[in-house]
Structure formats: structure tokens, C-alpha cells
């Protein structure tokens, strides 16, 4: 054994040095002084004169007010600034080799062995910053200067390689012979492209600045990542600004600006359909279904090539460490046991001798890391590019394919929405996680299979041994991957599923309250939701078990290996081994984070295919006169359906009339208008327009509102003409509802025109029909949902007076007969056929019958307005009207509006700074507080257990060193004591990462289940209102993508923190115990690390936040096109919504790119910090080794924990960010966790047969919407006695709707009281309440389902009740002839059925439920007059012995009624029985009866 260290070298006499000539060394090294001297004047001059130029330019010239912050690079920049830096490498190696040669040969310093080369070096990176500064001033004529320089620089090197074969001769082994030729071979190439700079920007001019032409245009272009310099753009450094203001306030959207134009989405997407269009054409022709992954490659897989090429550059550099390890614990090993020999010292170094050096491979291993840590990021950010871009264009693709979408495909399930919204945003972002993935599907072999190889050279056939362990489980991880893609698959169908459900609750909430439903509802959710968590589960449980799997694996090669190896430790030193076996691991284990993305992700967008669109099938072929014409028509929903629904449709309407298509509920007259719209598919026959006014608006039944202002909603697109727009106010009675807006028709209108009743809504709809100057006007219906005064002004003042007069094609879908009048043309529809068709006279003749009825039923409903004042009564008391809607309305519409500014819909809330301890507090509590607290226990034990192994391997390494003192049974008694030990301490370290593995993913899983529980259940309990004034998009993105990263990231999250955080603070122990010292020369690190990570995580935070606000918008208009769909394509606007869409996701983009930019930012100076952290780890300890006797094993052991804390810190930084990023969605969801809830509990359990009578008593009844809003319903005192019927009457906003609102309790009653059969509604419970009570609302709502469900959801009632009601709501013989009857399929909002139909149902769906009392809003709107009759007679027997309260437009609804209750401003103006009120003086109800409709 070695006495002991010696420190009297800083070089190892094993580094020879080689001399060809005979002489001293003193001799061999001597140069010609001059010519060194010389060479290093020439190199500093340059130096001084690129300077100099540098800054006359910079101080004296125009160029000093030049603040621009764009530099466009000269073609070759990149080729530049590489081949520059190979030659600083080359010329740092040059310097290290003359500094070691002056150390070790010299007795005396010569500063000439390196100054020369120093000086080049100097030169070459200040030749960086003058072409730096040649690019960003666009002066090329300086490459003058540098080309001279350059040339210079070859001739020096040429001399000097010239003197040195002179002297040495060729002898490749010698390292200073490599540096000059490599030199000379970089010079020229710098000769040649400066040359070439010259040729093309001097010479002949080219403007590299016409390729940015559209981006130099924008002003608010802040992301300028393409315009700068390589080392610029490596480094991130044009996001300083991002970060610097980050920590100042909150970012805003408006301060990140656009980006550049190639991130544009309409440029994305005409790149990603060009290749869609070509890999169909390729399809085609090979009778094949077209691949989207052919397209991906296709538009982006250049991009991939190249980012997956630097990656593996990178990743070459990854296997430096591991050999540069083994080479520095092999020279401290020679340096402590002292077993360096004087001899004598030759003159030349060769390569092997010098990368030898231990302080050599020390900066090699930094250079290594950094340069590795570059490139990634560098690869990567590229592949960010493509991860927006895929995600882009599918989501692009996907608008324009649901643009198309055909209404069939929509209404019958085969196409939900929430199916298409699942690929508009969780699809999407699984193809955008996919794109990320790339550079590891590559990497990872490569890494394997390079570290492996390393591992054989180090450790011989016993390394192949224990690696084949790797490819027997190779095909189990391959299994266990296969299973998590198909459980994946299952989840988006499970997600799809549970979307399709919340949508249509949220959509139809109102309903579900009123019925006190919700809970069954929910409950139907938590079931889908308990599939979808059970899928989890199992993905979960495959997880665990191929993380048994890999480290099951590892474990057994580690032992294999290093028993098989180690029967005798000569030397010591297992860490070279070790650290190669390390990289091994740690390289094959990242790639797992990206399991939630699913193979089916980049498959979904096929699955929307062409089958779905829809079929255009008009045709412009008709005379001018001829507005259009229908021939031989036969039309069906179902495009492969065998019973038609129209059919025998022939027809032809002129130009500028007035049609009018009458018929019964389900006759066929909404589908007619459909077939001429092409909305449904055409079995025979033709529909044509004039080619000259083929021009369509369209007013549908149901009427579909944007979430815009009222003008916008009118205008529709159109350019503002304040005339017409007056005129067209006036048209449709808007002026006094725009009056009582705060913002007046800036008031911004609610999502699907929520904060407007229905008869507004309608208004607006045909407001916006008007205003567009279209040849043809198609209005589904319209005039149903007006009260009499205000349907006929619209008919009269808007369809006759402005689009019959300007010579407008009208067709008008009506119930009204007594306007059959105004008609040019009547057509009939029965059972889906043409029954009649002509004017009125035509059909007297033809039909007196026929005529004869409807004169009666005209007469009927009409014979107590034959009275009528004269025109200018009427138009006084039209204003009276005005002035009491203003009133009244002001007092509703004001509450519902924020601010004088209009906007209705609240600002999407957003918290500033970091996120609350309250949602780490309540992440922790649905994980269970004391899971958390043994999560914390096992990941310290598991630490420990690491840094116990690494010690133990450290002392087993020092085992062969001495043996020659020792029997072999003594040396085999001590290997087996390490043996088992490090046997026992990895199965212990092994155990405890799979039982924190495996703690966390159950822990993580649970909750988000309790998370969305929670989220589920306080949302379906909130008040009506928060569903008023908040888009359903904003709602569903926490039930969409925030519950997906609470799902599926934020538990992989916080495992790879709580991962990296115990292995860096394990780092940070292991050198603070090996080298104290290097804890004083980290702590200025620690506190770099702690500012980059505190300025990274504020702004990472803001921007994460951003980027869930700015995707609410895009999802809500995404949702909102797929509603007006029909509407949208009639007016022919796809390109305007389109172009709104792409809007939207441009803005998202932004976000997005800073959000992934931000990461790169972060990486490359935590990349650059880990590599200080390894420089000064190996310093200190090879350091500590030659002057403080450290064990070579502790510095193999200290500088392996170093790079490891490189990585890991990293990577624990990144999931610091990450991490705060991602609980931002829990953040959201506890958000709409805790929003105010109605008070669903009661004071007083009623009997089970309450209420038996149906008396109601309103005592003195004030209500409000909310505490802090005015009162919409004053002091209302009414007593409604038990089997009466009651009809409700007054203007719009009167409080008609409010007053039975009142009677569900879903508006505060905060003054007075009712009570039903003597018990006050406020005792009972909220669900007892409503379940007691029935309503039919004025919107009718289905849910998707059967007919069966849509009537009896809790399958209480039996078929013969179900059929009994189908008869009594006249749907028996539509229902009966149905293939499946009762199990027919109802589509999302019930889209498969009319309105009239679906509001029949409504109808027999209340007569199920057998209440004392029933409420009627507007309940027969949509039906026709002899239907509506029919209900009435029906109505009038069935519910005999109930009470009934009805509102309704049509005075003919409610002249039977017992009692008749007037309603204005929220007060009580008349009750009493309409004979009495008819026949008192000053009636209002009496003077709605004289009005004419």
C-alpha cells in the first residue's frame, strides 16, 4: 500500500511527451519567439480594429440611433456562428495544450506556449459580435475587414503548420498538429463565406427582408425568436423583456403581441390541407382511407427530422460525462496512491495525454453538458413548433369539417356535440402532447443502446449478461404500453361521454330545476364519471406495474453486473461503471411522463369524415322571375334512410312574393324550409334559385343568438347603415328594449341570448334577416313567440312594409291563419307531402271546404277583436306600451349588465400572483392530509436509502485496492459483506420508490375524483342566475381540459417533483459530506437558481393563466357555431366565422408559444448553472483528492452526484413551474367549487300527498334575482284557490315569468310569503318543492335519449300511462310510427323533432307527472291553431280538478280561464274572472281583447 498521496504534480508523468528530434525538452520546446509574438500582435490589432470599427459605427454614424430590436440573418447565419464556435473550442484546446506543456516542461513560465492562441481565441469571439452587429446594422460591406482578417489567419497557420512538420514531422497523435490543421480548415471556411456574403449582398444584391415583409408590417410583433442570432435564439434571450415584466405585475394578453406570420393559423392550416389534399388524392388512387399521420409527416416532418437530429447530436454528448468520469477517478487514483514517475519530459502532447488529464475532462464534462443542454432545447423549441402547429390544424380542420356538418348526422347522435368539442380541445392537445414525444421515440434507443455499449466496454461481457435482463422485459413493457394506449382509447370515449351528458345538463339546466331533476342527472354523470375513473385506475395500475417492471429490471442488472465483474476489485473504482449505468437508467425512465397521450388521438380526426358533411345539393338554373323551384322532390334527414320525409314536393315561387306554409305539427313545414336551405338530404329531385337572387337569410323556430352585442347580432356581419338600421329597429319593435339597455344596442347579449326572453330573441332573429340584403327571406315561424300587438307590428311594419316593399323574396312558416291575407301564395303541408298550394282564392275554389274551416277558426280566436280603434289609437297605445316595458324592463335588463359598458357576461375570474396556500391546501385535503404526510415520509426514506447505496458502492470501490496484504478468502469474505449490503439497500431503495410510486398515483387519482365530484355537485346546486351570466364554454373547460390536467398530469407532476427535489437534496448531502467546501463555492449558484426559478415561475404562472382564459373563448365559439349552424350557412357567413375561430386560436397561440418558449428559457441557464455546479463539484473534489487526501471513489461519488443534480435540478425547477402551472386548474375548479349554492334544505317535511288541494296564497310577495338587484315582482298579493285556472297576461318583462319563477324559489323571495295548501314554500326543502309542482316552459327541452326517458326518467310510469299521454299531447301517431315507439332515439336537444313536437312532449311529459298544480309558459307557442284547440279541450278535462296557472301570447289561450291576472312593472294591475275584466271600464285586459292581431 501506498504511503500516502503525494501533491507535488498537477500532471501525471504518464502524460509523455513525444519529441521526433534528439535533444533536452528544454530544446524541443523551443519556438521562434518572434513569430509567436508576431501572430499574437496580429491577433490582438484585429481584435482592436473589429472594436474600434465597432464602435465609430456605433457612436459617430446614423447607426447610433438605430434601436430596432429585429435582425434578419444573412443566408449561412447559422453555418457562421457554428464553425465559429468549433474554432474557439479548437483554439481553447489549443490554449489548454500550451499552458499544461509550460507547466510540466518548463521550469520558468512562457507565456508564448499560449498567449498566441489566446489571442485568437479573443479575436474570434469578438469576430462574433462584428458580424453580430454586420447582420443587425445590414452593413455587409464590413465583412471586408473580417475577410482580410481571415485571410491573415490562414497564412499564420499555414506558417506555423509549415515550422511544425519542419521540426516534428506528421505524427497525427500529437494534438498540437490536429489544432493547426483544423484551424486552417475552419479559416477557410470563414474566407469562403465571407466571400460569399460579399457576392450576394455587395455584388449582387439580394433583400433577405422581403421574406418578413408581413411580419416587419406588424407593430405589436413582440415574439422575435426568428429574428436573431443563433446564439440569441439558443439561449432565449429575446424573452428577457417577458420575464423582466413578469415580475413587475400580472401579464396581460395584450402584452405579449402576435406572433410572427408563420404561426399564423390560417397559414397553418392552408399548409396542413395542402398535405391533406395530397395524401387524399394518394389515398384515392390506392382505393384507401386517407392517413393523417401521412399528413403530419408530410407538413411537418421536416421539422421533425431536423429537431430529432439535434436531439441525437445532443445526446452524444451525453456519453462524455460517464467516460470523462472514469478518466477523472483514473487520475485521482494515480495522483493519491502516488503512482506518477519522474522521468523525463519530451516536448509535444499528444490527444490521449491530454484528454487524460483529470482537469481537462473536468471542463470537457461542463463544455458537454452545456453544449448538450443547448441543443436540446434548441431541437426541442423546434418541435414546440410542430406541437402548435398539429394542434392548430386540427382544430382549424375540425371548424371548417363541423361547418359542413350535416344536420342529420348532428341530430341523431352519430355526430354529438360534445364529441366534435372533445376534438376541438381534449383530441387536440393529445396530438399536440403526442408531437412532444418525437424527440424521445428516437432518443431513447439511441441512448440505450449507446450507454449499453458503453457499459460493455467498461464492464465486459458481464454487462451484456445482466442488459439482456433489459430485452427479456423488453416485450412486458411493450404489453403493459400497448394496454395503457387501448385504456386511453376507452377513457376519450368514456371522456366523450361525459361531456356529451354535462353539456346537455348545463344546456337544459333551467328545466332540470324546475323538475328538481339535477340530482338525477348528476347522478348519471358520477356513473360515467366512476367508468371513466375506474379506466384511470387501471392506467394507473399498468403504470405501477411497468415501473415494477423497469426498476425491477434495473435492480437485477445492477446486482448481476456487478457481481459477475467484481470478484476482485483491482484499483478500486466502480463509478465510471456506475455513472454509465446511472445515465442508462435515468435515460429509459423519462419518456414514461408522456403516457396520457393516446395512440387514438391522431386517429379521431378520421373518424369525422366525409360521411358527415353536408351534401349541397342546390342548383341555380331557373328563370329570372322565378325566385325558386322545386322539382320531383324527395327529402330525407337520414341520408340512408329508407322512409322519406318529404316527399311529391313540387313547387315554384316567383320572385318578390309573400309565401306563406301552413299545416299541423309535424306536417313537414320546418323540413320543407330545410330541403330548400340543403340541410337535408335530396333522394330525387332538384331544388333551384335564380343565379342573379339566390341570396338567403334565415329565421329559424328556435331562435340562435351570438354572444355579441344586439347590433352585432343584427348586423350579423353586414356593414353599419345607420338608416336602415333605424328603419329595421322600428320594423321589429326593438327601440324600446335597445332604450332600457345600459349601453343601449351596445349591450351585449348573453350566450344563446340568454338575458333576453323569447320574444326578443325572435325580434332580433328577424331584425338580422331584414338588415341583410338578401334575395330570399326564410322565416321558421317567428311571430309565434310574439304577443298580438307586437306580431302584428312586425308583420305589418317589417315583412310588408320593408320586405315585401323592397321586393324580397318572403317564405313564412306560420300557425296564424288571419294572416293568410297578406299571402301572394298559401301552401299546405300534410304528412310531409304538398297538400294545397296557391292564393287564397285559388284554394277557395279548389278546396271550399277546406277555406270554409279555416274562416272559422279565424272567426273564433278573432271575434273579440273585431272592434278595432282606428290606426292612430292603435299607435298611441303602442307607445303607452313602450313607456311601461322601459319601466319595467329597465329595472330586469339593468340588474343583468355590469356596467354602463353593456357587457353581460362576466370577465372570466383569474387570480393574480402565485396560487393560494388554500389550493395546495385543498389539492392536499382531497388527497387525505395523512397520505400526503406518508408520501413525504416514504420519498425521505427513499433518499436516504440512495445516499446509503451510493456510500456503500463508494467503500466497496476502495476494496481492491489493497490486497496484497490480504488471503483470497479474506478478500472474498469482505466482497460478499459488500455484496449483500448493496444488495439489500437497492432491493430497499427499489422498494420504496415503487411504494411511493404507486402512493402517489392512487393518492392522485382519488383526488380528482373528489375534485370533480365536488366540482359536479356545486355546479348543478347553483343558482339559475350563475348559469345566466356565465357561457357554457367558460363552464365546460373545467369540465374538459382542467379536469383532464387534474386527471392525468398534475399527480405525473408532483411525482417527478417530489422525485427530483429528494435527489437533488440527496446531491446536495453526498458533496457537502465529501466536499465541505463546495457547499461555500454552490451557495452563489443556489442563489442564481433561486432568482432564475422566482422570475420563471411568476411569469410561467400568468402565462399558464392566460392560456386558460384565451381557450375559453375559442371553445365558446366553437360551441356557439355548432348551435346556428343552419343559420350560419344560410347567410353563407362560414368564412367570417371561420375567420373568427382562426382569431381566436391565434390569440391562444401566442400564450402558447411564450408558455413552451418559457420552459426552453428556463432550461438552457439552469442547463448552463448545472454545469458550474459540475465544474466546481470536480474541481473541489479532484482538488480535495490531490491536497486533502480524499478518496478517489468520494470524488467518482461527488462529481456523479453532480451531474445527477444538473439533470434533476433542472428538471425539479421545471416541475416547480409546472406544477404551479398545473394547479392553476385545481385553482379553477375550486373556484366553481365554492360559488354560492341555493338553499336546497328545508325547515319542514310536508306530507307525501302535499300539496292535495292546490291552493296558492302570494302574501304581500316581493322577489329580486339577487340580493343586491332591484325587485322585479312588488308587494304581489293574489289568492289562487284550488282547481282554478288562472290565466297570466302583461307586456314583455311584466313579470309573467317571474311570478311562477316565484313558485319555484328560483328567484330570492325577500319579502312576504307563499304558501301552498297553508304550507309556506320557504320550509320546505327546494327538490321536495319542485318535485310537487310541474311546468311547461316556454323552450321546450329533450335531452338525448329515448322518447321513454324524455317523458319518464325515473321509469316509474307503464306503457299504457305513456301511451295515454302521447294521446292527450297528439303524438300517439307520430310516436306509434316510429320504428322502435317508445325506444326511439331522441337526438341532443331533441333535434330530430319540430318544435311543436317537442313542446307536445313537454306537454305529455307534465301530464305524467299527476301534480295538483301544473304551469303553462307560452307552452303552446309553436303549435298550430287546431292543435292548439284540441290541447286546450284536453287541457280543460285533464286537469278539471287542478290548479292550472297559464301565460300566454294568444288571448284565445286564456278567455276560458277562471280568473285573469294583468300584470305591469312587476305589480298586480287586474285579477279577476275575463267577464268581469272585459266588461269594466278602463280594463287593460279588455283592451287587449279589441286589439286586432
Known sequence: MASGPTHNHILSTEELYVCKQDGNATDCLSCDRTFDAVCSGIHISFSLLFSLVLLMLGCCTQLKHYSLKILVPYRGHNFKWIVTALLSFTLLCAVGEGVLTDLSVNSKTRPLMYVPQAAALLCSVISLVYYHHMEYWNRPKLAWLSLLYWTCAVSIEVVRLLNFVEEVRFDFTILKLNVIIICISIYTLLVLFDLYIL???????????????????????????????????????????????????????????????????????????????????????????????????????????????????????????????????????????????????????????????????????????????????????????????????????????????????????????????????????????????????????????????????????????????????????????NTISRLQDTLLKISDSRLKKIKELLQGMKLLKLYGWEEMFCSAIEVVREKQMKSTM?????????????????????????????????????????????????????????????????????????????????????????????????????????????????????VGSLVMIIGLVGSGKSSLLSAILGEMSTIHGSVQFTREKSRVSYVPQKAWLQNATLRDNILFGQEFDLKRYNAVIEACALQPDI?????????????????????????????????????????????????VHVGSHVLEKGIMDMLVREGRTVILVTHQLQNLNYANKVILMEGGRLSQEGDLNEIRARDPVLFATWQETIRVLTESEMESDTDDHFVSDTEKERVDLYQQISKIETRETKGSDGALIEEEERERGSVSWRVYLAYAKAIKYYRVILILLLSTAQAAALILSNFWLSAWSELGVDTANKTQDEFDEESSFYRRGYTILSLVFFALTVAVFTTLILSGISAAKRLHLALLRNIIHAPLRFFDTTPIGRILNRFSNDTQLIDQKLWTTWMSLLYTGFLCLSALVVNAIVTPVFMIAVVPLIVIYYIVQKYFVETSRELQRLESITRSPFLAHFSETLGGLPVIRAYRDERRFKKRLLETIDTNNVVQMYVLSSYRWLTVRLEILGGFVILLAGLGSLLSCILADLQPSLVGLAITFALSICGQLNWMVRMVAECEMAMNAVERVVHYSQIPIEEYRGVYSPPADWPNRGHIRFENVSVRYAPDLDPVLEDVSINITPGEKVGICGRTGSGKSSLTLALFRIIDTFKGRITIDGIDISHVSLLTLRSRLVIIPQDPVLFAGTIRFNLDPYCSKSDEELWEALEIAQLREVVASLDNKLDSYVSEDGDNFSVGQRQLFCLARAFLRNAKILIMDEATASVDMETDAILQNVISVAFAHRTVITIAHRIASIIDSDSVLVLSEGKVMEYGSPSTLQNQEGSAFASLLKKRL
Open 199 to 481: 457576392w450576394t449582398k455587395v455584388f449582387r444584391y439580394s433583400n433577405d427582408k422581403k421574406e418578413y415583409t408581413a411580419d416587419f408590417k406588424k407593430t405589436n410583433m413582440f415574439y422575435l425568436y426568428n429574428f436573431n442570432s443563433l446564439l440569441s435564439k439558443s439561449m432565449f434571450s429575446t424573452l428577457n423583456w417577458l420575464f423582466v415584466l413578469g415580475h413587475k405585475r400580472p401579464l396581460e394578453v395584450t402584452d405579449l403581441g402576435c406572433l410572427p406570420e408563420d404561426f399564423s393559423c390560417k397559414k397553418i392550416y392552408r399548409k396542413f390541407e395542402d398535405a391533406y389534399e395530397a395524401e387524399k388524392e394518394r389515398a384515392n388512387k390506392l382505393h384507401k382511407t386517407p392517413s393523417l399521420w401521412r399528413v403530419y409527416l408530410k407538413a411537418y416532418g421536416s421539422i421533425i427530422f431536423i429537431s430529432v437530429f439535434i436531439k441525437i447530436v445532443a445526446d452524444t454528448f451525453m456519453f462524455i460525462p460517464p467516460l470523462a468520469v472514469g478518466g477523472i477517478v483514473s487520475y485521482a487514483t494515480k495522483i493519491y496512491y502516488n503512482e506518477e514517475h519522474a522521468t523525463a519530459k519530451e516536448c509535444h502532447m499528444t490527444v490521449q495525454e491530454f484528454f487524460s488529464n483529470g482537469f481537462v475532462l473536468i471542463v470537457v464534462m461542463f463544455l458537454a453538458v452545456v453544449i448538450r443542454g443547448i441543443l436540446v432545447q434548441y431541437g426541442g423549441h423546434m418541435l414546440d413548433w410542430v406541437t402548435i402547429y398539429s394542434r392548430t390544424a386540427i382544430q382549424a380542420a375540425t371548424y371548417e369539417k363541423s361547418l359542413r356538418l350535416s344536420t342529420w348526422m348532428s341530430s341523431n347522435g352519430g355526430m354529438t356535440t360534445g364529441q366534435i368539442t372533445n376534438h376541438m380541445s381534449v383530441d387536440a392537445m393529445a396530438l399536440h402532447w403526442l408531437s412532444q414525444s418525437h424527440l424521445w421515440l428516437w432518443a431513447v434507443p439511441y441512448q440505450v443502446f449507446g450507454l449499453l455499449a458503453l457499459l460493455y466496454v467498461k464492464m465486459g461481457v458481464s454487462a451484456l449478461i445482466g442488459s439482456s435482463l433489459l430485452i427479456i422485459t423488453f416485450p412486458v413493457q411493450l404489453k403493459l404500453t
Open 538 to 654: 387501471k392506467v394507473g395500475a399498468s403504470m405501477i406495474a411497468m415501473r415494477v417492471t423497469s426498476d425491477t429490471s434495473y435492480f437485477m442488472v445492477s446486482v448481476i453486473i456487478y457481481h459477475l465483474s467484481r470478484s476482485r476489485c483491482p484499483n478500486g473504482g466502480l463509478y465510471d461503471e456506475y455513472t454509465c449505468f446511472a445515465t442508462t437508467s435515468t435515460s429509459s425512465s423519462r419518456p414514461n411522463q408522456n403516457y396520457t397521450t393516446s395512440d387514438n388521438a391522431g386517429e379521431n380526426y378520421g373518424t369525422f369524415t366525409s360521411d358527415t358533411s353536408l351534401n349541397d345539393s342546390l342548383d341555380n338554373r331557373v328563370p329570372e322571375h322565378i325566385a325558386l323551384k322545386i322539382t320531383d322532390g324527395i327529402f330525407s334527414w337520414d341520408h340512408d334512410g329508407t322512409v322519406p320525409t318529404l316527399r311529391d314536393i313540387n313547387c315554384e315561387i316567383h
Open 739 to 787: 332604450d332600457i339597455l345600459p349601453a343601449g344596442d351596445m349591450t351585449e347579449i348573453g350566450e344563446r341570448g340568454i338575458n333576453l326572453s323569447g320574444g326578443q330573441k325572435h325580434r332580433v332573429s328577424v331584425a338580422r334577416a331584414i338588415y341583410s340584403k338578401t334575395d330570399v327571406v326564410m322565416l321558421d315561424d317567428p311571430l309565434a313567440a310574439l304577443d
